[in-house]
Structures are given as C-alpha cells and as structure tokens.
C-alpha cells in the first residue's frame, strides 16, 4: 500500500493481507541501502497469523519518495510517525543492521507501547570503516562490493539456495546498485555516528530478541554480550553459518526464530 507521511509517498508492503489496525501491528525494517523485499518471507508468514504487517520502504529507499533521514533518531522519529499515522496498538518490531538500531531507539522512546522486538544483524554501535564509509558516500561502486563481500556469509557465498538459480551475493549487489545515489553513504554515515545503543537499551521496556549470525563479519556476535547484560529481558540465538544478512541466506532458520520468540 502507499500513503503520505510528511507530504512524501511511502510505500508499505503488508505481506499479502491489508492492514487491520484492530491486529497486532508488526513493522519491519530493513538495513543501508536495502528495502522491504529483504523480509519478503517473514512478512507473508505473520501477516498471515495473526499479524497486521507494515514491511516499508523507508523514505528514500526502494518505491518511497524522498530523502533519506539523516540519523538513527529521525529514523525513528520517522518510525513514530507511521505508527501514529495508521494507529497501530500492540506494537511489535524487527530490525536488521541499521534498522535494528532504528527498532532499538524506537522502542526506547515508545516504552510500554512496545510488545516484543527482534534486532538482527545489531551492535550498540555499529561502526563503519572510514575507507568504505568514503567509497558509499562517493557513490562508488567498490562499496556495494564490500558491503556483499563482507555482509553475506562465506557458505552463501558459494551457493547452496534452496531456489534454483537464486544467488545471494548477486541479488544483494542488484539491490544495492538499484538504490539511489547517495543512500548507502547516508545509511552508513547514520549508523556511525549514532552511539546511543546502549542508553536506549537501558530504556527498553519489552522482552528483546537478539537474533546473530556464527559468520557475521559486519556486527560480530561477540559484541552484543553487552547488550544482552544492559537490556531488561533478552534472548539470545545464534544462527550457525549465517553471515550479516541471515534473512536471506537462512529464510527458514529466520523465521523459525522470529516466530518461537513473537508466537510465545
């Protein structure tokens, strides 16, 4: 569906079922330079039990207009703002990479608005190397290469799909070649500079999923112990063989996860 947040077109995929407000709400958000297509599984599984799905496009990314926000706060200003749009009660939340950070200070400002949350792919700060922070931010074509080569993991790498024909490493570098000029440097630069992880972790008032990949060179598993140790209540599971983006490299695993900890 489409609707107009802040006088710009977004576009909001639902999963397959429109979007009943009386539901449980579950939004979903992806990482830099992605779009929803990343969670095109999941979604269609919750929103056919029990959920009421919003997997958007976040502004500037995929089929929505506008630019990008700056930050990991207007990012979830943002958040805030769709929820008020729709008004959605009950409100559950996954984020991957940058849209875990945006899940984790959405949920913080939102307090007991925030049923569940599952962060994917998350440190309580994720840093950005100067040299691919400046490839992205040039717009240079050596940054999708990194973010791909570094970001799926070594046995997606070589193939195995479950899909015949499909490539993880090549549908993630189409994705990211399809984004527009400018957004990946900006999803990066937002994910360096924000250094609040572990303050709003402090604020969350919700049972947290921490969902991580064994072979995630991007946001290593080790550095989510402390997260683990600051957040009320938290559950930690370790994907084996997954890389950064296990929710295309192991959709079933994925999911089996988001729904042991969402359906409980």
Known sequence: MELIINKRKVFIATGGKEFDANKPALIMLHGAGMDHTVWSMQARYFAHHGFSVLNPDLPGHGRSDGLPPASIPEYANWVLGLISELGGHEIHLIGHS?????ALASSASLGEKVVKQALLGVLPHIQVHPNLLGAAQKN??????????????????????????????????????????????????????????????SNVLCPTLLLLGSNDKMTPPKGTKIMSETLRESTTITLPDAGHMMMVEQPEQTLDALISFFEN
């Open 98 to 102: 940058m849209g875990s950070l945006i």
């Open 140 to 201: 240079e074509h050596s940054a999708y290469e990194t973010v791909v080569g570094w970001g799926v993991g070594s046995k997606a790498q070589i193939g195995g799909n479950k899909a015949p024909g499909a490539w993880v490493s090549g549908t993630s570098m189409r994705l990211l070649e399809a984004s527009k000029p400018g957004v990946l440097g900006n999803d990066l630069n937002a994910c360096n500079n924000w250094e609040e992880g572990l303050e709003a972790c």
